[in-house]
């Protein structure tokens, strides 16, 4: 299989400070370095920081304060490396799949490669959608659109905002041995609130609670992880009854 990316270049990326909304801490005094050519899980309950910790990493808007440093080694700059793909799928409604999938290129001036395109499209099984508009879409469409028009990115970071949760099981087993194909050796960022799919995933895996990273120890290469691999369920488990005592002790 030909990967449909160029060779990345290898970057880790540091964040060291805090962050607070409206005075009140999110997360307090983190010191993270994201390993280079690896996925990478943030896990962890709802406002508990893992999607304004992906915006600010992506150079975004958060509507919370950050201090603190984001960078990376060797030095680059972030905006020029970074691919984004959010909660929502972001998709202009007046513009066709084709079109929404090039439109990274066109945004940034440049001529759209519409034969790689058209590949990515068929291989995220939309290839009979190509030229529908995304309000004639389901949700589990529009997410794939959104996916394809990541993976037309040349970008040697990439960051993953439930990029599945709208998925049914199978074709979310798909998208994601799709992704770990195209991004392979690339640095990926993955925000899930699925513990499975940071164990099947991720050679990394932070849980965010009580506004700090906690480091879970993952399982070993290779990735993505067999669908019927013991391991894998053991793991998830115990993640997920972590998750559910952080949850209660909130509550």
């Known amino acids: 299989m030909v990967n449909l990316n160029h060779q990345p270049v290898h970057n880790d990326v540091h964040i060291n400070g805090s962050v607070t909304l409206s005075g009140t801490a999110i997360l307090d005094d983190i010191n993270l370095t994201i390993k ?7 896990l962890g309950q709802s406002g508990s920081g893992k999607s304004t910790l992906l915006r ?6 958060t509507g919370a304060d950050f201090t603190g440093s984001i960078t990376c080694s060797p030095q680059v700059s972030l905006s020029d490396n970074v691919s984004y793909m959010a909660q929502d799928d972001l998709l202009l409604d007046w513009a066709n799949v084709l079109q929404n999938v090039c439109l990274g290129a066109r945004l940034r001036g440049q001529g759209s490669d519409e034969t ?3 590949r990515i499209i068929q291989k995220v099984g939309l290839n009979q959608h190509a030229h529908k508009r995304p309000p004639s879409l389901s949700g589990g469409q ?7 028009r990541t993976l037309m ?6 960051l993953l905002d439930e990029p599945f949760s709208a998925l049914d099981a199978r074709t979310r087993t798909d998208m ?20 499975g799919e940071a164990v099947r995933l991720c050679q990394s895996i932070y849980l965010l609670q ?10 070993s290469p290779p990735f993505p992880k067999s669908i019927n691999d013991k391991a894998m369920f053991a793991l998830q488990s115990a993640l997920m009854t972590q998750i559910r005592q952080s949850e209660r002790a909130d509550i």
Request: charged share 25%; glycine share 4%.
């Open 36 to 42: 280079a050519g690896q996925w990478t899980a943030l």
């Open 56 to 61: 600010l990493i992506a150079g975004l808007d």
């Open 210 to 219: 009580d506004c700090s990273l906690n480091s879970i120890t993952a399982l």
């Open 153 to 158: 990115e040349q970008k040697s970071i990439i």
């Open 176 to 195: 994601q041995d799709l992704a770990a194909k195209q991004f392979k050796e690339r640095t990926v960022i993955l925000v899930t609130h699925d513990p």
């Open 116 to 118: 790689k395109a058209k």
């Open 142 to 148: 529009r997410q794939r659109v959104a996916l394809a």
